[in-house]
């Protein structure tokens, strides 16, 4: 909105630039050139998302993404000013009143401007580069991850499975201290009976352990989906016949919203994704609820259990 507020007000006064001297145009091309700067440095902020119109970034991916497009707004803001005023200055000085017969450049002044005009945008072009390669790199370096979680687009719905090996001592109440889950799975549909944050809502999130890196396969049962949450910088296609890996994870405890991005039939509209990341120790609870063993049930068994031997023991 400020770009384009600024836009409005330089044609609102272009003639003031084009009819007056070189030395005002100049003054205002530096506090064009000051605003930008202070705006380079506001992009640190993680206020930037909301200034751009962004939800709160949840991971440094989301971060990151927001980063090179304030980086990339300021430099386009800068080739911006920089073409407007050179056409305010050469409407200016080299206007028919002021030029009544055509001026030729000098052979070293078209060589400097030939080189200029390749080593300038070859430099922007390097200079976004750079980033960008940076970014899609760090998205493919691969990683431990703890477990897995499958995801497959429906229409018009999500499915989801966990595959995890997770291991579990609960003071010794559960024998096996190495319990390997595999079919935690369920479907996640529209809530239709939500009232806040409709059509966002589902009847079954995705519950995730916070600062924990997740392997996430998403692939499609029918026609073409697409899995995206805009607070975890993610947004893959689920395409049948094909699967495609990312790493999932989330720095902040939260609920995370999105939303099938890829025209997929006429219920695209209500296939909603709902993300939840917990504590450590909250995801395990889930987990054993999911499987139908209750932490609590069974520490509190185990206490019954006890103080009845206790019990039966003074009465010997």
């Given at each position: 909105m400020h770009i384009i507020f600024i836009i409005m007000f330089t044609f609102h006064n272009m003639n003031k630039f084009i009819f007056s001297n070189f030395k005002e145009l100049v003054f205002f091309s530096i506090y064009i050139f000051i605003i930008a700067f202070i705006f380079m440095f506001?992009?640190?902020?993680?206020?930037?998302?909301?200034?751009?119109?962004?939800?709160?970034?949840?991971?440094?991916?989301?971060?990151s993404i927001i980063s090179l497009l304030s980086e990339m707004t300021i430099l386009l803001t800068f080739i911006l000013f920089g073409v407007l005023i050179t056409l305010a200055y050469i409407i200016d000085v080299y206007n028919a009143e002021n030029n009544p017969f055509p001026r030729h450049f000098e052979k070293t002044v078209e060589s400097t401007l030939d080189v200029l005009f390749v080593v300038f945008p070859t430099g922007v072009i390097i200079y976004l580069l750079i980033p960008s390669l940076?970014?899609?790199?760090?998205?493919?370096?691969?990683?431990?991850?703890?477990?897995?979680l499958d995801v497959v687009g429906h229409q018009w719905y999500w499915?989801?499975?966990?595959?995890?090996?997770?291991?579990?001592?609960?003071?010794?109440?559960?024998?096996?201290?190495?319990?390997?889950?595999?079919?935690?799975?369920?479907?996640?549909?529209?809530d239709q009976e939500s009232s806040i944050?409709?059509?966002?809502?589902?009847?079954?999130?995705?519950?995730?352990?916070?600062?924990?890196?997740?392997?996430?396969?998403?692939?499609?049962?029918?026609?073409?989906?697409?899995?995206?949450?805009?607070?975890?910088?993610?947004?893959?296609?689920?395409?049948p016949g094909r699967l495609i890996s990312f790493i999932l994870y989330s720095n902040v405890v939260g609920i995370f919203y999105g939303q099938c991005s890829e025209l997929c039939g006429v219920n695209h509209a209500f296939m909603p994704i709902?993300?939840?990341?917990?504590?450590?120790?909250?995801?395990?609870?889930?987990?054993?609820?999911?499987?139908?063993?209750?932490?609590?049930?069974?520490?509190?068994?185990?206490?019954?259990?006890?103080?009845?031997?206790?019990?039966?023991?003074q009465m010997d």
């Amino acid at each position: 909105m400020h770009i384009i507020f600024i836009i409005m007000f330089t044609f609102h006064n272009m003639n003031k630039f084009i009819f007056s001297n070189f030395k005002e145009l100049v003054f205002f091309s530096i506090y064009i050139f000051i605003i930008a700067f202070i705006f380079m440095f506001y992009k640190d902020s993680i206020d930037f998302a909301t200034f751009m119109g962004f939800p709160k970034p949840a991971n440094e991916t989301m971060f990151s993404i927001i980063s090179l497009l304030s980086e990339m707004t300021i430099l386009l803001t800068f080739i911006l000013f920089g073409v407007l005023i050179t056409l305010a200055y050469i409407i200016d000085v080299y206007n028919a009143e002021n030029n009544p017969f055509p001026r030729h450049f000098e052979k070293t002044v078209e060589s400097t401007l030939d080189v200029l005009f390749v080593v300038f945008p070859t430099g922007v072009i390097i200079y976004l580069l750079i980033p960008s390669l940076g970014f899609i790199f760090n998205n493919e370096t691969s990683v431990d991850t703890v477990f897995d979680l499958d995801v497959v687009g429906h229409q018009w719905y999500w499915s989801y499975e966990y595959n995890l090996s997770i291991g579990i001592t609960l003071y010794d109440l559960i024998s096996d201290e190495n319990t390997l889950f595999n079919k935690i799975e369920f479907d996640s549909l529209l809530d239709q009976e939500s009232s806040i944050n409709r059509l966002l809502q589902v009847d079954k999130r995705i519950i995730i352990p916070v600062h924990t890196f997740i392997k996430a396969n998403v692939t499609s049962h029918d026609v073409i989906h697409s899995w995206a949450v805009p607070q975890l910088g993610i947004k893959y296609d689920a395409i049948p016949g094909r699967l495609i890996s990312f790493i999932l994870y989330s720095n902040v405890v939260g609920i995370f919203y999105g939303q099938c991005s890829e025209l997929c039939g006429v219920n695209h509209a209500f296939m909603p994704i709902c993300i939840q990341s917990v504590e450590n120790d909250i995801f395990l609870d889930w987990i054993l609820l999911s499987i139908n063993i209750n932490p609590s049930k069974i520490i509190l068994d185990s206490i019954f259990n006890i103080d009845v031997m206790q019990t039966l023991l003074q009465m010997d």
